[in-house]
């Protein structure tokens, strides 16, 4: 069993930048998807930030694209997110996830694709 445990969060000024870390513990197979995703109150949970660990490729929510970076750090079993330039419109609660190795037919943010997730990290933007 995977278990995602989330920290980095934080308050910011608007401008500045966090960097959340995801750290697991259990076996993962060398082909998943990992992915932040974002909650903020009211509103739906929605993706990122998506990478894919057999090949490195990288892919962004139009909202945070040249803002945030994903990246993953294989021996220390850690997905990272680094956000720059943080608005207020980036508060909520962020979870990573990861899926199971094998086939997923929905696209990099599908959330149906993920199967083990975190309790998430909150960050909160002011003004």
């Known amino acids: 069993q995977v278990q995602l445990v989330e920290s980095g969060g934080g308050s910011v000024q608007a401008g500045g930048s966090l960097r959340l870390s995801c750290a697991a513990t259990g076996s993962t197979d060398d082909k998943i998807r990992m992915a932040w995703f974002r909650q903020a109150p009211g509103k739906e949970r929605v993706a990122v930030a998506a990478i894919y660990t057999a090949n490195g490729y990288t892919y962004y929510a139009d909202s945070v694209k040249g803002r945030f970076t994903i990246s993953q750090d294989n021996a220390a079993k850690t997905l990272y997110l680094q956000m720059n330039s943080l608005k207020p419109e980036d508060t909520a609660m962020y979870h990573c996830?990861?899926?199971?190795?094998?086939?997923?037919?929905?696209?990099?943010?599908?959330?149906?694709?993920?199967?083990?997730w975190g309790q998430g990290t909150q960050v909160t933007v002011s003004s």
């Open positions: 996830a990861f899926s199971r190795g094998g086939y997923c037919a929905g696209d990099w943010f599908e959330r149906l694709c993920y199967y083990f």
